[in-house]
């Protein structure tokens, strides 16, 4: 038999889910001599290497990545492209912090070279961090939409993105008018919306940024456009509650406002969610809506704390998220480390093993884009990643000392960042590789 060009194979330890660790006992598949075989971009097969490696087309070459783990890509549920250069900017709380530093910064948006330079930064900070999916928010200007699918669509990439939508309670300069924002929205979905791998979201800011009549507009266009996401923020902060409360006195909680609009629907993904009762976490539920819950960005800002039992027991899509620059850090690694002590915080407890769930296929389901990406199965694009357990002197001092695949992941978890992703894989390309 010929060699086929196309395929490529992997020898190292894998790790892929099936199913959420909080709800099945046999959730993932570790394979500590695996092979990874990909063919086209695709995801041909993944197992282990004894059984495998037999069934390679002669004279494959084979990655050798043994002692390191390979695993989905990572994804991240929320994440603002424009605020990268604004990541670590003090203020006390959500909303002087969006007065002081996150609308000057997005008012440089208006400029076609400035976006393409930062959409072009943050893609390299995503591949580097070993984040191949991600739900953005780009600014109000339509050239910000442009210039980030222009950026990721050239590396090939799986992205998720959309313009802001906000029409009140902002600065002129970042202001546009409930029809303008919808004209602009609706020709930006004809121009990316499943146009190769990038996808559209509609982007309503937050609901006290936008008059009734936007709102009114963005559920109608999530309604025509059923297969598009929607993403905005709630329930983040109390000040925020209190004011979404006088804005809106006619809704039940600030969720149900989204509701009333028609904007809860599979594909719809709540950033922070942390002010929730459980009417507002069964209207989730019920709806296949996800949250992104943001433990850097809550803490950093002093938001509070999400309540994974609750949303548990409500049976909520979720998923982990940055949130930068309202998140501190890039890496869904320390997102997790924070997400752990914010469970810990509420009582409950989070297993790394469902901590790289939530940020790999429990992710996926919540974008409702589980058979594409998120895990290691066949006919999968071939979006990995490859950690390196021995990243750091520290790293590899505390890995050798681990006992199980759990306690090898924690360690990862409370302990990595981008120094752990060894490389990251696009459809099979490699996007990135670390130096040494
Ligand atoms: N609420 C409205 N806009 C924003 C934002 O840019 N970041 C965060 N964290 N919350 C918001
Ligand atoms: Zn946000």
């Not at 339509?142 to 802001?164: H, N």
């Not at 923020?233 to 109390?238: A, F, G, L």
């Not at 320390?334 to 940020?359: C, D, H, I, W």
Request: glycine letters at 8%.
């Amino acid at each position: 038999m010929q060699t086929t060009p196309n395929v490529q194979a992997y020898r190292a330890g894998l790790l892929t889910f099936h199913a959420d660790p909080a709800f099945s006992e046999r959730a993932h598949s570790w394979y500590e001599d695996g092979l990874l075989i990909v063919a086209d971009g695709k995801i041909q097969a993944a197992g282990d290497w004894a059984n495998l490696h037999a069934t390679l087309p002669p004279d494959t070459p084979v990655t050798d990545y043994r002692g390191k783990i390979i695993t989905a890509g990572f994804i991240d549920a929320h994440i603002h492209y424009p605020q990268t250069d604004m990541i670590a900017s003090p203020a006390p709380g959500l909303l002087p912090w969006l007065e002081q530093y996150t609308f000057p910064t997005e008012r440089a948006f208006a400029d076609p070279a400035h976006a393409a330079g930062v959409a072009e930064f943050f893609l390299d900070e995503l591949m580097r961090v070993g984040t191949t999916t991600a739900l953005v928010y780009c600014t109000v200007h339509p050239q910000s939409v442009d210039a980030f699918f222009t950026a990721s669509e050239a590396r090939g990439l799986r992205m998720i993105a959309g313009k802001v939508m906000m029409d009140r309670h902002c600065p002129d300069f970042l202001c546009d008018t409930a029809e303008r924002g919808a004209l602009e929205s609706e020709e930006l979905i004809g121009r990316w919306h499943n146009r190769g791998r990038s996808q559209y979201a509609i982007t309503p800011r937050f609901a006290p940024t936008s008059t009734e009549a936007q709102m009114e507009l963005a559920g109608a266009l999530a309604r025509k456009y059923p297969d598009t996401y929607l993403q905005t923020h709630v329930s983040e902060n109390e000040e925020e509650c209190r004011w979404v409360k006088q804005l809106y006195p006619q809704a039940r909680s600030y969720l149900d406002v989204y509701d009333r609009y028609g904007m809860l629907r599979p594909r719809a993904v709540f950033g922070h969610c942390i002010w929730l009762d459980g009417q507002d976490r069964a209207r989730l539920a019920e709806t296949k809506s996800a949250a992104a819950v943001c433990p850097t960005s809550n803490l950093f800002l002093g938001s509070g704390l999400f309540d994974f039992e609750e949303a548990d027991k409500a049976g909520m899509l979720m998923a982990l998220a940055t949130d930068v620059g309202g998140g501190t850090s890039f890496s869904m690694l320390q997102t997790m480390n924070e997400a752990y002590k914010v469970a810990r915080l509420k009582g409950s407890y989070l297993p790394a093993l469902r901590m790289f769930y939530l940020s790999t296929l429990g992710a996926a389901r919540s974008l409702h884009l589980d058979g594409t990406i998120g895990s290691l199965a066949a006919g999968n694009e071939a979006d990995f990643i490859v950690l390196d357990p021995q990243a750091t002197p520290l790293l590899a001092r505390r890995t050798a000392r681990t006992e199980s695949l759990e306690e090898m992941l924690f360690a990862l978890a409370l302990l990595g960042d981008d120094r752990v992703i060894a490389a990251t894989y696009s459809a099979g390309k490699r996007v990135h590789a670390r130096e040494g």
